[in-house]
T-cell receptor, first 116, second 112 residues
Framework: AQSVAQPEDQVNVAEGNPLTVKCTYS??????LFWYVQYPNRGLQFLLK??????LVKGSYGFEAEFNKSQTSFHLKKPSALVSDSALYFC??????????????FGGGTRVLVKP | DAGVIQSPRHEVTEMGQEVTLRCKPI?????LFWYRQTMMRGLELLIY????????DSGMPEDRFSAKMPNASFSTLKIQPSEPRDSAVYFC??????????FGPGTRLTVT
């Protein structure tokens, strides 16, 4: 079965400082990985995805994520955080093994608070 | 494109009543997902469809929940009878086979 872990419930960072949100995954086959962001009372907005290729993936709003196969991690990063980045961030995985179908499993979410 | 459309955006109902949530996926998408979000359990996949056919309903909590997709442009999630523990935000999402899911704005359900 596929699973995702986001070990931190909340991350606090000062504006202008680098932001990292951690994610580890478990799949049988190759992973298809996603990051989504949710602002208060809103739906989930797509940030970026990894299928194959470069381990460093660039996405929306200046975010990027690094895929590390040996550590089964897909951490989200932003070099300089903004107050407006304060939101709930979700990591998700789809197992590319055919038997897994098209099921996308989400982590528990990490709340990011960027202080001025 | 208008994106994934969900209705109603908010629903308040009394315990025991039937609740129907509606979703219109993005045109051309052949996968549709229903998720539930709660503080305790996070985002849970309830059921997903491929070409209007239910593929995996293992996340549906119990028989009180049912989902249908009568055609490619419409799906419903029904709860009958509703209970206070069903209070949550219900999201619908759609995607192409190899694409990323696009989420709707969600329906916030409150069962009193």
């Amino acid at each position: 079965a596929q699973s995702v872990a986001q070990p931190e419930d909340q991350v606090n960072v000062a504006e202008g400082n680098p932001l990292t949100v951690k994610c580890t995954y478990s799949v049988s086959g190759n992973p298809y990985l996603f990051w989504y962001v949710q602002y208060p009372n809103r739906g989930l907005q797509f940030l970026l995805k990894y299928i194959t290729g470069d381990n460093l993936v660039k996405g929306s709003y200046g975010f990027e994520a690094e895929f590390n196969k040996s550590q089964t991690s897909f951490h989200l990063k932003k070099p300089s955080a903004l107050v407006s980045d304060s939101a709930l961030y979700f990591c998700a995985v789809r197992d590319m093994v055919k038997a897994a179908g098209n099921k996308l499993t989400f982590g528990g979410g990490t709340r990011v608070l960027v202080k001025p | 494109d208008a994106g994934v459309i969900q209705s109603p955006r908010h629903e308040v109902t009394e315990m025991g009543q039937e609740v129907t949530l509606r979703c219109k996926p993005i045109s051309g998408h052949d996968y549709l997902f229903w998720y539930r979000q709660t503080m305790m359990r996070g985002l849970e996949l309830l059921i997903y469809f491929n070409n209007n056919v239910p593929i995996d309903d293992s996340g549906m909590p119990e028989d009180r929940f049912s989902a249908k997709m009568p055609n490619a442009s419409f799906s419903t999630l029904k709860i009958q009878p509703s209970e206070p523990r069903d209070s949550a935000v219900y999201f619908c999402a759609s995607s192409l086979k190899s694409g990323r899911p696009y989420f709707g704005p969600g329906t916030r359900l409150t069962v009193t």
